[in-house]
């Protein structure tokens, strides 16, 4: 007997629990899956199988309130007992403080993470299962050892799974190798490239994507993969940058860059996407893109899955007003600065919808493959701008 989607039973009641550095996030994703759910399994929806399947609101309520030392523990205000749990949390959120012995303290990934750790805590063992939604991977730049140094990335996740979480999702982690320090476990890292050339195509209507007129390029080494894929899903050429660096020389931990060195065809007159994981303080990328420009590029379109933005706005305005780049392309999946959403060049990958079809997904223990193949969305996408050339 043949099944739709539709009429797959859950796995458990669906809960979502969101940490204070992603309520609104959460929020969005939550009135997506209400959406959802109130279109489907209609004639189930009075069967005991199906409690808990139509509700208002997913959400539950949580706090990690602290005490005057600055120690904290985590509270569910909620039952989570039989259900299919997911946590929300955002390491990035430096917005949010706390006071430690009269003084304001900002609140640090490592602040984030232990509370995320007492919330799973909170559970107790109640829960179904335990899903952790962490978009931005946590330590997931120190994810191999160059030399005696910790692995702090490996252990964090082997640590999750100790405490009994279920799956780990992610967005474009920064080596999605690091999945084999828990290998027997659920480990997804989703990409937004639909949503990266959707946003474009909404701000630059009149980009043309052939290979005459676009080309894709990555900022360094690591994000070739990004960069291949991305051109070969355009039908564009790619080049790409590589960082040399002064080996004899550690500052801040590493080896300076001395230069950004180009390998890819020519440039000139043709608008320019650069993609990468994240922008941090945006140094290298900037550098980028001006040596972009410089080699005659039309516009140069920065395109990053998480912008941090660490060292602030200012170099970013100077070179906007420069004309080195035209716009920066980010996800909504980590926090943004209310200054950084008023910047004309700024556009947002909206990710929320995205989110929401993985939960569902995953609650009904289905494979993600149908909400995760940019592929036939993104050329369904072209051939809609091609047709008519309205805005998607």
Do not use: W
Request: a negative charge; aromatic letters at 10%; glycine letters at 6%.
């Amino acid at each position: 007997m043949n099944f739709s989607y539709e009429s797959i039973l859950p796995i458990a009641p669906l809960k979502v629990a969101a940490l204070e550095g992603c309520r609104d996030l959460a929020a969005a994703v939550d009135s997506y899956l209400v959406s959802f759910r109130q279109k489907s399994n209609q004639d189930f929806q009075h069967q005991p199988n199906f409690h808990g399947y139509h509700e208002e609101s997913y959400l539950i309520p949580t706090a990690c309130p602290r005490f005057g030392t600055g120690e904290a523990k985590g509270i569910i205000y909620d039952s989570v007992r039989g259900a299919d749990l997911f946590i929300l949390a955002d390491v990035t959120n430096h917005s949010l403080t706390y006071r430690v012995c009269g003084h304001e303290n900002h609140m640090s990934p490592d602040d984030h993470y232990q509370d995320l750790k007492r919330i799973i805590s909170a559970a107790n063992g109640k829960a179904r299962r335990i899903n952790v939604i962490m978009p931005f991977l946590y330590e997931s730049r120190q994810h191999r050892r160059s030399q005696r140094e910790s692995l702090d990335c490996a252990f964090a996740l082997q640590e999750l799974i100790d405490m009994g979480v279920s799956n780990i999702i992610t967005f474009d982690a920064h080596d999605p190798r690091v999945c084999n320090a828990i290998p027997l476990y659920g480990f997804d890292s989703f990409n937004p490239p639909y949503q990266f050339i959707k946003g474009l195509l909404r701000s630059e209507p009149d980009l043309q994507i052939d290979k005459e007129h676009l080309m894709v390029i990555s900022p360094d080494e690591g994000a070739m993969e990004r960069a291949v894929y991305f051109a070969g899903v355009l039908g564009v050429d790619m080049g790409m940058f590589y960082k040399r660096r002064d080996y004899s020389v550690i500052v801040k931990g590493k080896n300076p860059i001395v230069a950004h060195e180009f390998l890819g065809d020519d440039l000139g007159g043709k608008d320019v996407i650069i993609i990468d994981d994240m922008i941090s303080s945006g140094e290298s990328m900037l550098d980028v893109a001006r040596q972009i420009k410089d080699r005659g590029a039309r516009r140069v379109f920065i395109c990053a899955t998480f912008g941090l933005f660490t060292d602030g706005f200012d170099k970013f305005d100077e070179y906007y007003e420069q004309g080195y780049f035209s716009r920066v392309v980010t996800t909504n999946l980590n926090y943004r600065a209310p200054e950084l959403l008023s910047k004309p060049y700024y556009v947002e990958a909206t990710m929320t919808k995205f989110l929401a079809a993985i939960i569902d997904c995953i609650n009904h223990d289905v494979s993600t493959e149908h909400v995760n193949d940019p592929t036939e969305r993104i050329h369904s996408l072209l051939e809609r701008m091609g047709a008519d050339g309205s805005e998607p």
